[in-house]
Nanobody, 126 residues
Framework: QVQLVESGGGLVQAGGTLRLSCAASGRTFYSYTMGWFRQAAGKEREFVASIRWSAGSTDYADSVKGRFTISRDSAKNTLYLQMNSLKPEDTAVYYC???????????????????WGQGTQVTVSS
C-alpha cells in the first residue's frame, strides 16, 4: 500500500524559508514522477514542481522558479521541497503526489497523479 506523508509546513514571515518533506512508502519509486502541488483557500489546486525519480530531471511553475527546489533522497525514499524567499501568495496546503513516469504527458496536471499525501499547511505572513 502506497503512502505519502508530508511534513515541514508551518508559519513563516515573508522572505523566510521552509523545507517540506514527503516520506514515501509501499513501493520503489524509481519509475515514478513525484510532484508538489498546492491549494490556497478558495482557489484551485496548482502545480508547483515535479521530479523524475530515476533521472532527477525537474520542472517548476513559473511562480516558484528560482525560489523553490525539488529534490529526492533515494536512500530515504523521501521527496523534498526547499522553499526560499517565501511570499504571502505562497500560502496554501501543499501536497506531494506520485505518478507512473511512463506515458506521463506533462506532469503538471493533478489528474495525472495516482497517489497523494494528506497535505501540510504553509502560511507566509507579510
Amino acid at each position: 500500500q502506497v503512502q505519502l506523508v508530508e511534513s515541514g509546513g508551518g508559519l513563516v514571515q515573508a522572505g523566510g524559508t521552509l523545507r517540506l518533506s514527503c516520506a514515501a512508502s509501499g513501493r520503489t519509486f524509481y519509475s515514478y514522477t513525484m510532484g508538489w502541488f498546492r491549494q490556497a483557500a478558495g482557489k484551485e489546486r496548482e502545480f508547483v514542481a515535479s521530479i523524475r525519480w530515476s533521472a532527477g530531471s525537474t520542472d517548476y511553475a513559473d511562480s516558484v522558479k528560482g525560489r523553490f527546489t525539488i529534490s529526492r533522497d533515494s536512500a530515504k525514499n523521501t521527496l523534498y521541497l526547499q522553499m526560499n524567499s517565501l511570499k504571502p501568495e505562497d500560502t496554501a496546503v501543499y501536497y506531494c503526489a506520485a505518478a507512473w513516469s511512463y506515458g506521463l504527458r506533462s506532469g503538471r496536471r493533478g489528474e495525472e497523479y495516482t497517489y497523494w499525501g494528506q497535505g501540510t499547511q504553509v502560511t507566509v505572513s507579510s
